[in-house]
């Protein structure tokens, strides 16, 4: 029996990467651990910033938003499960001055702590230095927007009447980090001490208020402690997340985390493409290695031993290094890009360093030792004698089984079946198409070859010759290829959306209340400031008592789901732009009919389908309409939208007031204060803020989408440089041979140079087509996207296909040209 | 001792099977020297490839010091040889990532001996390489890469070392230095040789000689 071998593992590692063996092995394992790491660090730190951001929209982790006043054991409780809490009361109400001036202000009184999430930013004087001073305005003090200061013609240190209550000025509110999501908000911002309140006087049963108890803490208290209160929360009583704060930011956070998810699956593709490249060549070199040991006795064992435990501490090695790396990389982005992202690190997990470490330790398994163990335990002699080719200790099932294990790595990674689906599908079809397609087009290739001059013809006989390997190689640059086409593709989509969703000069200002006196005077007044005018919308309040007779529940405590809604009703002839119409049709323009048209989550909240009879009352009226079409509206269009809209004719015994929108510019704020003097029963909202915020977002998320798109693409760029290794040293011996037997630099470069080429074109061409079946399926299935064809992709990847792996291929072997034939031949 | 039982070898073809080695039979008794001579292409290499083990027959069977091969699993197989037989491959066989001296080491460490450092070192010397150890093998010549596997095949201390065309890559000069090395250190250790050659002097310096043709062999007298 054999003794016990005294050489380890460790001791072959280091002999092979002294001999300069593993270099390539160990870089492509770096590379792949450190930028999955790096990438997945990234993106996971981003998403926890992105997210943390988008809770100061909440200026909390969780609102309980009601409209009536809030019971003191909500918040007892809250504080005892160890929650941070604040609490906001948002009403409109006169405020006045000792020069009784008089201006409607949106007056939202706070407690001490708020804002639990980012900043409350305040100035002394109207216009003067921004500080954060984590401060909120003491009892019987008031801040003031900059805006109400003009308006009611008071300075810092004046007095301004809330009811009853006189406050004095001590300072301006610039900016609230909740003022999109909890604009109760028709008028300029007054800023007061919840404490207050009582002494104002303006708070009455039925007043129009909106109370807010904001939250702060871990999730799953926050999640305990809604599902505690979830149960008894009535009709007007809700709890808010950071998803449903604001949607629009909701959903770009959405679409990002989408792509960042997908870019991160991208990026374990392609390392596992990398590492399965050079683990192979690493076999292929050392398939002689294994048959010499066996003949000088090694056993199976032992070869098991030596190269699996030497395989596995590389695996290691190379994983705690990529850790390292990877986790640098993600800090020196950080670093690189904070002021324009704009956010600071969030967590990272521990998530990422597995996913690397599982990436590496995945593929040498899959790709590396499986020939090696397989040369294990074939006859040595065969080996050395080339009766079984060294290549061939690949099988298909290797390929098979690391695939599979990488898409399990990439779907545990995204977490996201139909995103890896879609990844998948595209990859299915580049490989599947591609072998067949490799084999007829290098073909066509020798036939063409023919007809050509001498370095075509060495080039694709090159080519030809080699079918099967190229083929392999050419699947391998498609895939990395497509990877990267993918993602260029659903960037652009998802940038694209984001700018068509707020384009400049989107309405950045509504206006309520428009008496029908003033539709017109109005209309002039914003075309003499040169502000478009939009559409003017009719406006009547009215509630949905009953659906097919059947009267709904008035509120939430009678446990009921379908309830009793009263909405803002509009009439219109026509489908107003920005919806769709999901049942029924849309009426004729001077239809008498007694219908109706409702969005489809108002319709699902009443409990009404297509065809339904609703009973609706409008003041001391009732009247019945049938449901005749159920829409969906674009809430994030920010243009008017309505759940409820009837034809023409049956609003009209109805009186109505008008809504519109229209864009005012930052600099011409100061044209508000003109026109609420002029038509002072108007009421404005503001949603200049909201739109900022939404723009900063997404220009954020935009930035780092740009970033991720950087480094995979640099990813990708390596898949490519180790496939172009992976046959380099083939390719080098016949070049060498060539050489030898006098073939001049010219005829070399260039048959080497048009043989990468055709193979990068036909790779780009197999790539296009994958990326097409890919970016389709990610933004019809995966990533609620439009889908947007993209002509430009056909000839980015042919071109980029035939000059990058050209030009990799050329200076990967310009060493057959450059070092002596003989020094070549005995090197590889 | 070596013997080998009415052996074949045929390898399947395109259009059918093609015989290399067609029923052949032998003794070669301990520390004999023998040189199988032949025309290319004539199944030497294959003949000596199973002797040592390095592959299977397709009929017949190797035996060695009395231990039939044909009983034998590739893995057992391979403890024969770390334990009684030495190869020297034509095409010397190196590994590219180890120095010299740790060419010469890997069967030695292989089979768990101590000492292995020193005794590579002697025989590195021994071949007259004492100040190359620490050259990997593509910074040597042909010739001192043949004497590094030479060194490596006795290293090991061997009771058979088998030799495929030993001096087939080289020129006359170093092949007779290769040659001389072979020998002499044949000689000292007292190993059986068996070696595979087209070179007439190398096959001179044998005691037995055979001569193979078209898969069959034949003593010389």
Known sequence: MAARSSMSPLVLLLRDWRGGELGVLLAALLLAVSVVVGISAFVSSLQSALVSESKQFLAADSVVRSGRALPVEWRQRAVSEGLATAVTLGFPSMAMTDQDELYLASIKAVTEGYPLRGQLRFSREPYGQVTSTGAIPAPGEAWLAPRLFALLKVAPGDRVWVGDKPLTITGTVRSEPDATSASFGYGPRLLMNLDDIPATGVIQPGSRVTWRLLLGGEDAVLQEFAEWLRPQLIQGQRIQGVEDGQPTIARTLDRAQGFLLLAGSLGVVLAAAAIALAARRFSVRHTDHVAVMKSLGSSRQQIARLYGGSLLLLGLLATCLGWALGWLIQAVFFRLFAEQLGVAPGQVGYEPFLIGGATALVCLGFFAWPPLERRARVPPMRVLRREVDADQGQRRGDYARGAISVFGLMWWYSGDLKLTGSVVAGLLLTVGLGFLLAQLLLGSGRALGSAAGSVWRLGLANLRRRSSANALQMVIFAIAIMLMLVLVIIRTALIEQWQAQLPEGTPNHFMLNIAPGDQDPLASFLQNQGIEPQPQFPMTRGRIMAVNGTVLAEDRSSGEERRQREANFTHSAELPAANILLEGTWWSVDTAEEVVSLEQEFARGVGAELGDVLTIRVGADEFEARVASIRESDWQSMKPNFFVIFPPAMLERFPKTYLTSFFLPPEEKALLNSLLKQFPTVTVIELDIVIGEVRTIVERVGQAIELVLAVILLAGALVLVAGVQASVDIRLRESALLRAMGAGRGLLLGSLVIEFAVLGGFAGLLAVLGAEVAAWALQTQALDLDYQATPLVWPLGIVAGVLVIGVLGLLSCRRAVVVPPLVVLREV | ?221
């Open chain 2, 1 to 221: 001792m070596i013997k080998a039982i009415n052996l074949q070898k045929s390898v399947p073809v395109a259009d059918g099977t093609l015989e290399i080695l067609r029923g052949i039979s032998f003794e070669i008794k301990r520390g004999e020297t023998a040189a199988i001579v032949g025309a290319s292409g004539s199944g030497k290499s294959t003949l000596l490839g199973l002797l040592a083990g390095l592959d299977t027959a397709s009929q017949g069977d190797v035996e060695i010091d009395g231990q039939p091969l044909i009983a034998l699993d590739e893995d057992a197989r391979a403890a024969l040889r770390g334990e009684k037989v030495g190869f020297v491959f034509q095409s010397f066989q190196l590994l590219p990532a180890l120095t010299a001296l740790e060419n010469v080491m890997l069967p030695l460490e292989l089979a768990g001996q101590s000492g292995a450092l020193q005794r590579a070192r002697d025989y590195l010397e021994r071949v007259g390489l004492g100040a190359r150890l620490d050259h990997y093998p593509t910074m040597l010549s042909g010739g001192e890469q043949q004497r590094v596997a030479i060194a490596r095949a006795f290293a090991a201390s061997p009771a058979i070392l088998f030799a495929d065309e030993p001096t087939g890559n080289l020129d006359t000069n170093t092949g007779n230095k290769i040659i001389e090395l072979l020998f002499e250190l044949n000689q000292s250790e007292g190993t059986t040789l068996v070696l595979v050659t087209h070179d007439e002097r190398l096959a001179a310096r044998c005691r037995r000689r055979f001569l193979m043709d078209s898969g069959t062999l034949e003593e010389a007298s």
